[in-house]
């Protein structure tokens, strides 16, 4: 059989047929286009949809990234859960971080199976929110019987806005100050945490004399591990902030922002007693490569194993700034939320699960495997704060915590940017305003463009 | 001049040829067993290529139902824009000095492996290995062996009294690494095809050349390399599209793309890294395919005619 290779005109056109087809076949897919943006579905009832008269479904599926290493622990929950009421969850592992069960719910929202229940980090719901992608739980939490009162004021108003609960606090950590206690003791200091900034820097000359073996005797976060959530703290202790508190005015480059980073890069390239972790710094202090750090309460339990037998580890209060002490510290990790395009009766079994999930056993049961706080005020904290006393100081820290800055958490891509301009100032020694300035314009045009649109 | 009216003219018509039953069952047969593979060609590849061209022209949100249609200034924007300069140039030094490393690597090591030596074998399938490993696997034991704190090459340099660079933190190092890592794991690939090629170079041209005197380098520079240009060519075009390509080792090693934001990568970090700017991801996507499809053509068109097949 022979056929002439060469190219006709009636094969040319054939061809060019075929990618018309397939350019018109590909424009039915995707999102739905207009000129003009979406803003979020004004007029839809902020407490939710109604469940007068649906039965829950009898299995639902929940999407987890497991954080702090709890999938035993919620796995057990899961199993009471079903005892209890008879529905079935299925627990995903959907990913190894907050970000890729992101990328794995997002892809869903295109065309893919959607989960009944899916863990969301704080910077992570309100994008779900602008995208419609989820519910507001008020009327789905009250047909589950759930008591909202009882979850812990603070926690539970992060996932609020526009009059909506899009969350519930489920895996809530906050950064806590972690010092190598043989180390503390070598240098002479008192057995605490220092209180302020100031503090750290006097210390670390004795640090840093007492042939500890650390090659820092601080070490800031990994910039990868959410540098703008463990840099929130020293910004307030300075006056400062990513933006005004409960506001998108952007005020990274303002003069105490810029006073506040200054320090850090002062603390690495002038004191030079302070380092910054490559991959993880409580991994780093770990091995007993620095003396102190900041890390998240849910890797408190992780910490202590590693150092079990090695040396003890101290935890304390963050540190405050020359402007403020208290409150300086901020909210984190993660909570839990149901999607929109799911059916009611998912819906309804999917607020059961949450209320099981996050009630005052599970969330102590879940702390105590964990690190985590527990999210209830009516949780029995006793038999937590004596098994792993450390524990304690990360709870009593929760009443001095403060909401995260609008900037880090409601704009997309915010957090990437805050890492990448720290990065400039850690490793490359680049000036703090002019990195800061080119920060702010950066975050205001993301304001601009793919947040205000939205919010009508 | 009569006035009987005129015949119309009779046009001599050509007889259509008739398909004969045997090139149309021949057709038939071609349609049946090609239509699969056409098919699956058309939904795989080309719609996708359609759907993110037609997604390079909305500003969309990655997970959001609607989006708006914005034509060109996706495009407009990654050009004018302060990240381009910045993601063109890593491209440009990654895919140069991966592709110039693995080939050239490749070549020696094929040079020595081409020789007969005590256990040649196994150290063929030594410096093959790495390339059928995970990229993710290697990804996270390099990971581990750079890492200036707790990692064995620290460890090492702490010996002799040097300090570790920081290898994730500056973002010229953090290129240089990934570089590193990337030839070291696909150096075997360019080596397995350089040797086959050299053990097929005639011995007796070689032969002819030692007996009019010819030394090993000349060897090599007039007979062997010539001979090893259509490979040299084929490895060319294989390691340059693997290389624009490149993934794996650079997101699990360098997650936030300090320094080694190619425009893969950059077209992942936006629609999956915190951005979810699925059509500014979606036109970085095609001005990736654009400059492989330019390259690959300007390789087919001009730099094949240089090729010297035996």
């Given at each position: 059989?022979?056929?002439?290779?060469?190219?006709?005109?009636?094969?040319?056109l054939?061809?060019?047929?075929?990618?018309?087809?397939?350019?018109?076949?590909?424009?039915?897919?995707?999102?739905?286009?207009?000129?003009?943006?979406?803003?979020?579905?004004?007029?839809?009832d902020?407490n939710?949809p109604?469940?007068?008269?649906?039965?829950?479904?009898?299995?639902?599926?929940?999407?987890?990234?497991?954080?702090?290493?709890?999938?035993a622990?919620?796995?057990?929950?899961?199993?009471?859960?079903?005892?209890?009421?008879?529905?079935?969850?299925?627990?995903?592992?959907?990913?190894?971080?907050?970000?890729?069960?992101?990328?794995?719910?997002?892809?869903?929202?295109?065309?893919?199976?959607?989960?009944?229940?899916?863990?969301?980090?704080?910077?992570?719901?309100?994008?779900?929110?602008?995208?419609?992608?989820?519910?507001?739980?008020?009327?789905?939490?009250?047909?589950?019987?759930?008591?909202?009162t009882?979850?812990?004021?603070?926690?539970?108003?992060?996932?609020?806005?526009?009059?909506?609960?899009?969350?519930?606090?489920?895996?809530?950590?906050?950064?806590?100050?972690?010092?190598?206690k043989?180390?503390?003791?070598?240098?002479?200091?008192?057995?605490?945490?220092?209180?302020t900034?100031?503090?750290?820097?006097?210390?670390?000359?004795?640090?840093?004399?007492?042939n500890?073996?650390?090659?820092?005797?601080?070490?800031?976060?990994?910039?990868?591990?959410?540098?703008?959530?463990?840099?929130?703290?020293?910004?307030?202790?300075?006056?400062?902030?990513?933006?005004?508190?409960?506001?998108?005015?952007?005020?990274?480059?303002?003069?105490?922002?810029?006073?506040?980073?200054?320090?850090?890069?002062?603390?690495?390239?002038?004191?030079?007693?302070?380092?910054?972790?490559?991959?993880?710094?409580?991994?780093?202090?770990a091995?007993?490569?620095?003396?102190?750090?900041?890390?998240?309460?849910?890797?408190?339990?992780?910490?202590q194993?590693?150092?079990?037998?090695?040396?003890?580890?101290?935890?304390?209060?963050?540190?405050?700034?020359?402007?403020?002490?208290?409150?300086?510290?901020?909210?984190?990790?993660?909570?839990?939320?149901?999607?929109?395009?799911?059916?009611?009766?998912?819906?309804?079994?999917?607020?059961?699960?949450?209320?099981?999930?996050?009630?005052?056993?599970?969330?102590?049961?879940?702390?105590?495997?964990?690190?985590?706080?527990?999210?209830?005020?009516?949780?029995?904290?006793?038999?937590?704060?004596?098994?792993?006393?450390?524990?304690?100081?990360?709870i009593?820290?929760?009443?001095?915590?403060?909401?995260?800055?609008?900037?880090?958490?409601?704009?997309p891509?915010?957090?990437?940017?805050?890492?990448?301009?720290?990065?400039?100032?850690?490793?490359q020694?680049?000036?703090?305003?002019?990195?800061?300035?080119?920060?702010?314009?950066?975050?205001?045009?993301i304001?601009?463009t793919?947040?205000?649109?939205?919010?009508? | 001049?009569?006035?009987?009216?005129?015949?119309?003219?009779?046009?001599?018509?050509?007889?259509?040829?008739?398909?004969?039953?045997?090139?149309?069952?021949?057709?038939?047969?071609?349609?049946?067993?090609?239509?699969?593979?056409?098919?699956?060609?058309?939904?795989?590849?080309?719609r996708?290529?359609?759907?993110?061209?037609?997604?390079?022209?909305?500003?969309w949100t990655?997970?959001?139902?609607?989006?708006?249609?914005?034509?060109?200034?996706?495009?407009?924007?990654?050009?004018?824009?302060?990240?381009?300069?910045?993601?063109?140039?890593?491209?440009?030094?990654?895919?140069?000095?991966?592709?110039?490393?693995?080939?050239?690597?490749?070549?020696?090591?094929?040079t020595?492996?081409?020789?007969?030596?005590?256990?040649?074998?196994?150290?063929?399938?030594?410096?093959?290995?790495?390339?059928?490993?995970?990229?993710?696997?290697?990804?996270?034991?390099?990971?581990?062996?750079?890492?200036?704190?707790?990692?064995?090459?620290?460890?090492?340099?702490?010996?002799?009294?040097?300090?570790?660079?920081?290898?994730?933190?500056?973002?010229?190092?953090?290129?240089?690494?990934?570089?590193?890592?990337?030839?070291?794991?696909?150096?075997?690939?360019?080596?397995?095809?350089?040797?086959?090629?050299?053990?097929?170079?005639?011995?007796?041209?070689?032969?002819?050349?030692?007996m009019?005197?010819?030394?090993?380098?000349?060897?090599?520079?007039?007979?062997?390399?010539?001979?090893?240009?259509?490979?040299?060519?084929?490895?060319?075009?294989?390691?340059?599209?693997?290389?624009?390509?490149?993934?794996?080792?650079?997101?699990?090693?360098?997650?936030?793309?300090?320094?080694?934001?190619?425009?893969?990568?950059?077209?992942?970090?936006?629609?999956?890294?915190?951005?979810?700017?699925?059509?500014?991801s979606?036109?970085?996507?095609?001005?990736?395919?654009?400059?492989?499809?330019?390259?690959?053509?300007?390789?087919?068109?001009?730099?094949?005619?240089?090729?010297?097949?035996?």
């Amino acid at each position: 059989m022979t056929i002439n290779p060469s190219l006709s005109r009636r094969s040319l056109l054939g061809v060019a047929g075929l990618g018309l087809g397939a350019a018109a076949l590909s424009a039915c897919g995707g999102p739905s286009t207009s000129t003009a943006a979406d803003p979020v579905s004004a007029g839809a009832d902020p407490n939710g949809p109604s469940f007068a008269g649906v039965q829950p479904a009898k299995e639902i599926t929940f999407w987890s990234n497991h954080p702090g290493n709890s999938e035993a622990v919620t796995r057990s929950i899961i199993a009471k859960f079903a005892a209890a009421t008879g529905i079935t969850v299925n627990l995903v592992t959907a990913g190894s971080s907050y970000e890729e069960v992101a990328q794995k719910f997002q892809a869903a929202q295109a065309g893919g199976r959607l989960p009944d229940v899916v863990v969301f980090s704080d910077v992570w719901w309100f994008r779900y929110y602008t995208q419609n992608s989820i519910i507001p739980l008020t009327n789905a939490l009250k047909a589950a019987g759930v008591d909202t009162t009882d979850y812990r004021d603070g926690l539970f108003a992060d996932y609020q806005y526009a009059g909506g609960q899009w969350a519930v606090p489920w895996a809530r950590s906050t950064p806590l100050f972690y010092y190598n206690k043989t180390h503390w003791t070598k240098a002479g200091l008192e057995d605490r945490a220092p209180k302020t900034w100031a503090e750290i820097a006097a210390w670390a000359p004795k640090l840093q004399a007492a042939n500890t073996g650390a090659q820092h005797a601080y070490e800031h976060p990994a910039l990868a591990d959410y540098a703008g959530w463990t840099l929130q703290n020293i910004l307030w202790g300075y006056g400062g902030g990513w933006s005004k508190k409960g506001s998108f005015d952007i005020t990274c480059d303002a003069d105490p922002s810029v006073s506040a980073l200054q320090y850090v890069q002062d603390s690495v390239y002038k004191g030079k007693w302070a380092g910054v972790a490559s991959q993880s710094a409580t991994d780093d202090l770990a091995a007993g490569a620095c003396s102190a750090t900041l890390g998240s309460t849910g890797s408190l339990v992780g910490i202590q194993k590693a150092v079990a037998g090695k040396f003890e580890i101290g935890v304390g209060f963050l540190p405050g700034g020359p402007v403020s002490q208290s409150p300086v510290c901020p909210t984190g990790g993660a909570g839990v939320g149901i999607p929109k395009g799911i059916k009611a009766a998912n819906q309804l079994a999917a607020a059961k699960f949450i209320g099981f999930l996050t009630n005052a056993a599970s969330t102590v049961a879940f702390s105590q495997a964990t690190g985590y706080m527990p999210v209830r005020k009516s949780a029995d904290t006793s038999s937590l704060l004596t098994a792993n006393p450390l524990i304690g100081t990360a709870i009593k820290q929760l009443d001095v915590t403060r909401t995260q800055d609008y900037a880090r958490v409601f704009l997309p891509g915010a957090d990437q940017e805050m890492a990448k301009s720290v990065a400039q100032l850690l490793t490359q020694r680049a000036d703090v305003k002019q990195t800061m300035t080119a920060l702010h314009g950066t975050l205001e045009q993301i304001y601009t463009t793919q947040v205000k649109p939205h919010l009508g | 001049m009569s006035n009987a009216p005129l015949a119309a003219p009779t046009v001599a018509t050509r007889p259509r040829p008739r398909v004969s039953r045997r090139t149309l069952r021949e057709w038939t047969l071609f349609g049946l067993l090609a239509f699969p593979n056409i098919a699956l060609i058309l939904m795989f590849v080309y719609r996708p290529l359609m759907t993110n061209i037609y997604y390079s022209t909305l500003d969309w949100t990655l997970g959001s139902p609607t989006a708006r249609v914005i034509g060109l200034a996706n495009y407009r924007e990654f050009f004018t824009g302060p990240d381009a300069a910045t993601v063109l140039r890593a491209t440009g030094v990654f895919t140069v000095a991966t592709v110039g490393g693995s080939m050239l690597l490749g070549l020696l090591f094929a040079t020595v492996l081409n020789r007969r030596l005590v256990g040649n074998t196994l150290a063929r399938a030594t410096v093959f290995a790495p390339y059928v490993l995970s990229g993710v696997g290697v990804g996270l034991v390099w990971t581990f062996i750079f890492d200036p704190v707790t990692g064995v090459l620290a460890g090492l340099l702490r010996a002799v009294g040097l300090s570790s660079p920081q290898w994730f933190l500056d973002p010229s190092l953090s290129l240089t690494m990934v570089i590193l890592v990337y030839v070291w794991k696909n150096l075997g690939y360019c080596a397995v095809i350089y040797l086959a090629a050299m053990q097929a170079v005639p011995r007796d041209l070689l032969e002819a050349a030692a007996m009019d005197g010819a030394g090993r380098v000349r060897t090599f520079i007039t007979i062997v390399w010539p001979l090893l240009s259509p490979t040299s060519f084929f490895l060319l075009l294989t390691t340059i599209l693997g290389s624009l390509q490149a993934f794996d080792l650079i997101r699990i090693m360098t997650p936030l793309g300090n320094g080694t934001t190619t425009l893969m990568y950059d077209s992942y970090l936006q629609a999956f890294g915190g951005y979810n700017r699925a059509g500014y991801s979606a036109a970085i996507s095609t001005v990736l395919f654009v400059i492989l499809l330019a390259m690959t053509a300007v390789q087919l068109h001009l730099i094949e005619r240089r090729v010297h097949y035996a």
